[in-house]
């Protein structure tokens, strides 16, 4: 089953295919958006050290996130295939995650970048509704992205595990070519 990093702007779609992808496979789609979410919903530590950065639209602390995924790869679900969705979200968590699955003898077969234009984003997440999609909110979202997220698409494109896919076409389309490229 294949292991799988999903890049991309904040509302390119990658928690709705992440979904799909997760379904057609059955494996997990780990979020750490998600989980983070429900950490806050359930005011565990986790939650009250994350919850003011996400308010924001800042990225947490590293190292939140990087024991969460720890941790979340660990478990028995996740032991052949996964769909990363939202990690990692900076070079710093891209070298981690490298470590981590070179230790635990777990490659990714492909990351998968989401390409979509701004305007198609900024009117996905507006549409979503959730509690951080204020305007502003989604403004600073997207600049934390392209100052902190987009550099991972030249982290990766050393590697040749790297594709690049519209996600601008419809939602069956776009599974159709993560299906084909994998
Ligand atoms: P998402 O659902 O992926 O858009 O994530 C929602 C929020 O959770 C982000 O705006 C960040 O505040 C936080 N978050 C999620 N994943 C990460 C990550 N890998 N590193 C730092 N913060 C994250």
């Excluded at 990225?59 to 969705?85: H, N, Y």
Aim: with cysteine.
């Amino acid at each position: 089953m294949p292991r799988l990093i999903f890049l991309g702007a904040p509302g390119a779609g990658k928690g709705t295919q992440a979904e799909a992808v997760s379904d057609l496979f059955e494996i997990p789609h780990i979020s750490t958006g998600d989980i983070l979410r429900s950490a806050v919903a359930d005011h565990t530590l986790l939650g009250i050290q994350a919850k003011t950065y996400m308010d924001r639209g800042d990225l947490v602390p590293d190292q939140l996130v990087v024991d969460l995924i720890r941790e979340r790869l660990a478990q028995p679900d996740a032991q052949s295939g996964w769909i990363l969705d939202g990690f990692p979200r900076n070079v710093p968590q891209a070298e981690f995650l490298d470590n981590l699955l070179n230790k635990i003898h777990q490659p990714y077969d492909y990351v998968v970048n989401f390409d979509v234009p701004d305007e198609v984003l900024v009117s996905r997440m507006l549409g979503r509704g959730r509690a951080d999609d204020t305007e502003e909110v989604i403004r600073n979202r997207l600049k934390v992205y392209r100052e902190k997220t987009a550099p991972l698409i030249d982290f990766y494109q050393a590697c040749e595990k790297l594709a690049h896919i519209d996600g601008s076409q419809s939602m069956e389309d776009v599974t159709a070519a993560i299906k084909k490229l994998v």
